[in-house]
């Protein structure tokens, strides 16, 4: 007598559990892949301008923070020029508390800071296994993580281009 519900039974369980199945959706219709070989090429760019930095007398940086298990990194940017910067290149050099460089990265970073304004930006932090935090950011009080210095120096920025 089992050998004959076990078919039955068999042929319940995936009629029941097929149909579950396809209800537990987890992609999002109708998503386009965008990389960065679809990006505009420089000879198209005529909206804007790109100005490398050798001072800093035109955007100043301070309070960057980045917590033990945080993800992300912040830091404020005052626009000192005439003009809106639409993104930032920074180069961002991590050390330990004796000096040894753990980490150097350049980034660009996406932004919209009008002309004598301060903004806080934020970008992904390099610590990907969140073991690290910003000395300045104060020691965690239930976590060990290892403190680390950080210099910070525009490269660049983008302002909008304005014929007139």
Not at 93 to 114: A, M, N
Not at 126 to 137: K, N, R
Not at 143 to 152: E, I, L, M, N, Q
Request: charged share 25%.
């Amino acid at each position: 007598m089992t050998t004959r519900l076990f078919p039955i039974i068999t042929l319940l369980i995936i009629c029941v559990t097929l149909p579950c199945a396809a209800i537990d959706r987890t992609t999002r219709k109708k998503l386009k892949a965008t990389t960065e070989a679809t990006a505009t090429p420089d000879t198209e760019r005529q909206d804007c301008d790109t100005t490398l930095v050798d001072n800093s007398r035109d955007i100043r940086l301070s309070g960057y923070d980045k917590p033990l298990r945080s993800r992300r990194e912040s830091l404020f940017v005052t626009n000192l020029t005439p003009h809106t910067i639409t993104s930032l290149t920074l180069e961002i050099e991590y050390s330990d508390t004796r000096g040894r460089q753990l980490h150097k990265t350049v980034r660009t970073v996406k932004c919209h800071i009008p002309a004598s304004e301060t903004r806080r930006i934020d970008f992904p932090s390099w610590d990907i296994q969140q073991s690290f935090y910003y000395e300045l950011s104060g020691k965690p009080q239930r976590a060990d993580g290892t403190p680390y210095r950080v210099s910070c120096r525009t490269v660049g920025y983008t302002t909008p281009h304005h014929n007139k």
